[in-house]
């Protein structure tokens, strides 16, 4: 981040220096004990495996078994090449290096770990975390690797490239088309996914995330056999409404995404406005949905997507207008060299 002509611009060392500190956060969460035991395996990464297409499960409990022969020396290797990464990427000299291993582990680590952040099962919201953290680090990484390239405006090849809005807009849009898939394009779908973090967090966070689960289900009619009958918040969030009640809320939810997706393409104002959107609601998701990345659980490997899509949205703010001219004379300039 460089000052000039008196405001702060954002540089692509900016976006680096952060997924540098963010990798030797997940190597020190790595470093917690209970990480060096099975739990590691039964606990984080065969829950992501359920519900998942076999192409998925299959690679993922191979990787928990290989895993579980020697939890120890594995989960040192995880942490050992997570701070490596971080260190790399800080260290200027080494960042390309960095930026590039950082790719190829993310995306690993997005495939084995977080089972394509349930992409493929079809049950996932930006709410709970999706798409995955790692593959967020890896869009990042190559959204801000160096580049020798002279262009006619001096500090043009210094900002995080201009195609990161695409990406932005592909997955908020995503987001929208997930939260009417069925099974999960209800309050009470909703409602479940909130509370079932309740337990394993903080108690502030659980009582925070029972509070907003049980106004959620709120928004849809109970069925008739639970009218009249006083709950406590808890049983609010988790009872069942009746088919269709409260989709307005579903609705809302999946145009606003859209609208924050889609506005990134308009100059100005306005694309800064779906910046400033997607990144508060990004806040909210991290606190409600992703309970902070489960930081304080002692088995969290990341702190989620929340400050992932923050940190998405400064580099957007940073990087050139997206301009479909420009993708155009690109595209032209590849051809033309390819035939010559």
Known sequence: MVLGRGKVRITKRTIQIALGVLWLLDGALQLQPQMFTSNFATQVIAPAAQGQPRLVSGVMHFAIRVFLLHPAIFNSFIAITQL?????????????????????????????????????????????????AALIYAILALGVMPSKTKQANGDDAKRPAYWLAAVWAFLWIMGAVYILLRGQNSVSDISSMISANASSVLGWLGSLDIHVASWVNGLGTPTASMTGIHMSMAQMAQMQTQPGSGYWFILLMAIIQICIGLAVFIPGLARKLAVAAGMFLALIFWFIGQSLGGIFTGLATDPSTGPLFILLGVAILGSLEFKFEKIYSKGMQSIESFLT
């Open 84 to 132: 490596g990464l971080g260190v790399l990427i800080l260290w200027k000299r080494s960042v390309k290096l960095g930026l590039i291993l950082s790719i190829g582990w993310g995306l690993f680590v997005w495939y084995v770990g977080e089972g394509l952040g349930g992409l493929a099962s079809g049950h996932t919201l930006l709410l709970m975390g999706a798409p995955g």
